[in-house]
């Protein structure tokens, strides 16, 4: 493996740990916690494992395309494409957000994330 691709894999497995941390810390704790994050830097893709409370199994969800936004006090990382393994919620999910669901995170997170992403 060349060192450029070695170095941009450790730095994305960086930003997994920090985006899911922060997300267990502030977004999720109420509800459960990922398990696990991984994302595809190229092709914009991720698939997460979360744990809901209640739950005895976790949930896989796949998202087909994600972006980072920032600006006009709307910053966050705007998810398209979500799948998960519970029927139940892609209905929830396309009913709810059709054009895709945006997860709101502070301005300087979502600009190291997109510069490493």
Known sequence: ???????RNMAVSGVCLTVKCWLNLYLIKEYGEML?????????TMNVEVLLKGESAPIRIHVGRYDCVTGN???GVVLQEISTSREWMNSLITNLHPD???IPMDEQIVSIVKGVL
């Not at 493996?1 to 170095?7: H, R, Y």
Request: proline share 0%; glycine share 14%.
């Open 73 to 75: 006090g709307n910053s």
């Open 100 to 102: 895709g669901l945006t």
């Open 1 to 7: 493996m060349e060192i450029g691709k070695l170095a």
């Open 36 to 44: 696990k994050l991984e994302i595809d830097s190229e092709n914009r």
